[in-house]
């Protein structure tokens, strides 16, 4: 009689991945500038520049118009900014939204292994399933945690938290991907480590980016799905 079939063991041992969206598995963030001018110039804000909405990746989107209505003087709620933007940017978001082609490679070795995985993004749930199912991305990665389902965005730990407890994983064995200095001290926070690639080059001298247990300086440029594996297998067999 044959001997039951079982599946080889992971590389990745008993490893959780926990994947920041926007800026880390998908360059989002050009169609969000996009909305972004669109909802400002509503209220007559003309003068919105790339520089100005780098100072916001990282960061929820809720806290981004919060910051927004206080530097502007927008008398509008946040809820009312934040359904105008979402409108704009799933719009730009379904038409074209770019994967970092690395991140898909290294997204589909994480499942051929079947490592646990989640995205826990500062996006709104309807933005993470328009570009999860827009990509592709949702047939490798269906479970999603938005900060919109928790009490505080990055730099807490909420989101993070609330990603391994949905995963049934202890936070110890999670591993973050991120791209923002917010996202990192969140993963920190939440005792769990991070591989970081900057979106932003000149924030990868970021203090918060310290903390990380793998960084990838050159960001997206420098990233590969091997050295990722191979830092994870290593880390899972210490």
């Known amino acids: 009689m044959n001997a039951p079939h079982t599946a080889p063991p992971s590389p990745f041992g008993d490893t959780a991945v926990v994947f920041d969206l926007d800026g880390t598995l998908?360059?989002?963030e050009p169609n969000y500038f996009k909305a972004s001018l669109g909802t400002l110039a509503r209220y007559g804000v003309t003068d919105f520049t790339w520089a100005d909405h780098e100072t916001y990746v990282g960061i929820s989107t809720l806290e981004t118009l919060t910051a927004w209505r206080r530097r502007y003087g927008i008398t509008d709620p946040a809820d009312v900014l934040l359904d105008d933007l979402n409108a704009r940017y799933l719009e730009f978001a379904r038409a074209d939204t770019h994967v970092f082609a690395q991140m898909r490679l290294f997204v589909e070795r994480?499942?051929?292994a079947g490592t646990p995985m989640v995205v826990a993004s500062g996006s709104s749930p309807q933005a993470i399933e328009a570009i999860l199912d827009g990509t592709g991305l949702r047939?490798?990665?269906?479970?999603?945690?938005?900060a919109?389902?928790?009490?505080?965005?990055?730099?807490a730990p909420d989101v993070f938290l609330e990603a391994a407890r949905r995963l049934g994983v202890p936070a110890s064995r999670c591993v973050v991907l991120e791209d923002a200095p917010p996202g990192a001290a969140a993963a920190h926070a939440a005792g769990m480590r991070c591989i970081a690639v900057p979106y932003v080059a000149a924030q990868a001298e970021d203090p918060a980016f310290t903390t990380a247990d793998l960084l990838f300086k050159g960001g997206q440029e420098e990233f590969t799905a091997r050295a990722a594996c191979t830092w994870l297998e290593r880390w899972?067999?210490?």
């Open 139 to 146: 047939a490798l990665l269906p479970r999603y945690v938005s």
């Open 236 to 238: 899972a067999a210490a």
């Open 26 to 28: 998908v360059d989002s």
């Open 110 to 112: 994480l499942h051929a």
């Open 148 to 155: 919109d389902e928790v009490a505080h965005g990055k730099p």
